[in-house]
């Protein structure tokens, strides 16, 4: 089993690679289907494995409050909504033939009644919510740096203004984490129950 401060750092750099892959995919004017699809697609699905472990190890770190309870659930459901969409992704990339045919599978699978909120609109939107609430409650016990809860801030709201920011905002993840794949910074952080 891969150790928690492994998640740290794995996760942001999946992450990464799935950004600087995507812009390698559109440089012909047009991403999918092929092998960098599937490819970015699968690199931001481990992302998500290790970003779930990453925030049990976040609230094994300050203890198992309610509030670290809700950011842990509230991050995993997220996750799986986040994996769900990739998935969908991945199928609808081997099944068609070109772009065309992706956005055709796309309308269709879209058209299903709730899978544009759950999977699309609203549902990623909470990794993200639990993320930051794991990242806020471990800068004010002072495991992150203050200012980490703005760097993942920064970090979610970019691929908003621009996807191919992706790969600055897994830099930005990697600094604000930094401290939890330091082996000494996790060794002397002591679990702390949050009312």
């Not at 092998?35 to 931001?44: D, I, K, S």
């Not at 939107?125 to 409650?137: A, T």
């Not at 990697?174 to 401290?179: D, E, F, I, K, T």
Request: hydrophobic share 55%.
């Amino acid at each position: 089993m891969i150790n928690s401060r492994t998640a740290f750092v794995a996760a942001p750099v999946l992450m990464g690679a799935y950004g600087l892959v995507r812009i390698v995919d559109g440089l012909d004017g047009s991403r999918g289907p092929g092998l960098a699809w599937t490819l970015g697609h699968l690199c931001f699905l481990g992302a998500l494995a290790f970003f779930v472990q990453g925030f049990v190890a976040m609230r094994a770190l300050v203890g198992r409050g309610r509030l670290s309870t809700v950011g842990v659930w509230v991050g995993a459901v997220g996750a799986v909504a986040v994996g769900v969409q990739f998935a969908i992704d991945l199928v609808v990339g081997f099944l068609s033939t070109d772009r065309g045919a992706m956005e055709d599978r796309f309308t269709r699978l879209q058209e299903i009644p709730g899978v544009l909120p759950a999977f699309y609109d609203f549902g990623p939107l909470l990794f993200f919510v639990g993320q930051l609430i794991l990242v806020c409650i471990l800068a004010k016990r002072h495991v992150l740096k203050l200012w980490a809860p703005a760097l993942v801030l920064v970090d979610t709201t970019l691929p908003f203004a621009d996807k191919d920011l992706i790969p600055l905002g897994a830099v930005l993840l990697l600094v604000s984490y930094a401290p939890l794949y330091r082996t000494r910074t996790i060794a002397a952080a002591k679990p702390k129950v949050l009312a």
